[in-house]
């Protein structure tokens, strides 16, 4: 009986370790608010074009089993930190018929640990490709983020949520520090 407890123990034990991560994806912007579209309808969408189903892996023994994924629709999550941030430039949001037709593209978003042993370093990358359309003029901007980080243990769920939203805020947010974006948008409204 004791043995029978013991390998149910490392079983389950060994399903935990083997567990894929699913995170989801909330990323906010801090605007502050200002007249640039007052006035001026605004649709925005979103386009999840990240290669295959994860983000990465937590590293360890197990890196191969231990993946992160996204739980939820990535090109709506960052879509709806941009209407925050282009709400806070005072542009309304319309599906029809608008004056402004934004589409983001998130082409790159990893979090992956390359230890193979034990969860040391942790890399992390957002990029997002956003293009602007004002009738037939068109601004293209691509906005990026990366970092590099410690663990010594593997990270909870929470933990890589935290992490992965923080470094796809920060990149949404280089989107309302370009200033080439603000002044296409001044001139052509």
Same mark, same amino acid.
């Given at each position: 009986?004791?043995?029978?407890?013991?390998?149910?123990?490392?079983?389950?034990?060994?399903?935990?370790?083997? &567990?894929?991560? @699913?995170?989801?994806?909330? %990323? @906010?912007?801090?605007?502050? %608010?200002?007249?640039?579209?007052?006035? #001026?309808?605004?649709?925005? *969408?979103?386009?999840?074009?990240? %290669?295959? !189903?994860?983000?990465? =892996?937590?590293?360890?023994? #197990?890196?191969?089993?231990?993946?992160?994924?996204?739980?939820?629709?990535?090109?709506?999550?960052?879509?709806?930190?941009?209407?925050?941030?282009?709400?806070?430039? &005072?542009?309304?949001? &319309?599906?029809?018929?608008?004056?402004?037709?934004?589409?983001?593209?998130?082409?790159?978003?990893?979090?992956?640990?390359?230890?193979?042993? #034990?969860?040391?370093?942790?890399?992390? *990358?957002?990029?997002?490709?956003?293009?602007?359309?004002?009738?037939?003029?068109?601004?293209?901007?691509?906005? *990026?983020? *990366? !970092?590099?980080?410690?663990?010594?243990?593997?990270?909870?769920?929470?933990?890589? @949520? =935290?992490?992965?939203?923080?470094?796809?805020?920060?990149?949404?947010?280089?989107?309302?520090?370009? @200033?080439?974006?603000?002044?296409?948008?001044?001139?052509?409204?």
């Amino acid at each position: 009986m004791k043995k029978l407890l013991i390998l149910v123990g490392t079983l389950v034990l060994a399903a935990c370790a083997h &567990s894929p991560l @699913q995170i989801w994806l909330q %990323p @906010q912007v801090q605007v502050a %608010p200002e007249a640039i579209g007052e006035g #001026y309808s605004m649709s925005i *969408s979103g386009v999840n074009e990240l %290669p295959g !189903g994860g983000l990465g =892996s937590l590293g360890g023994v #197990y890196a191969d089993t231990a993946q992160v994924t996204i739980g939820n629709d990535a090109g709506e999550a960052i879509a709806a930190g941009l209407r925050q941030g282009f709400s806070n430039w &005072s542009f309304r949001m &319309s599906d029809g018929a608008p004056q402004v037709d934004v589409v983001a593209k998130l082409v790159k978003l990893t979090y992956n640990s390359p230890n193979t042993f #034990y969860t040391t370093q942790i890399d992390t *990358s957002a990029e997002i490709n956003l293009e602007v359309k004002i009738g037939p003029r068109t601004y293209f901007g691509t906005y *990026s983020t *990366s !970092g590099k980080d410690r663990n010594l243990v593997k990270p909870s769920r929470e933990e890589v @949520q =935290s992490r992965v939203n923080g470094l796809l805020s920060a990149t949404l947010q280089r989107v309302f520090e370009d @200033q080439k974006l603000k002044n296409f948008l001044r001139t052509n409204l």
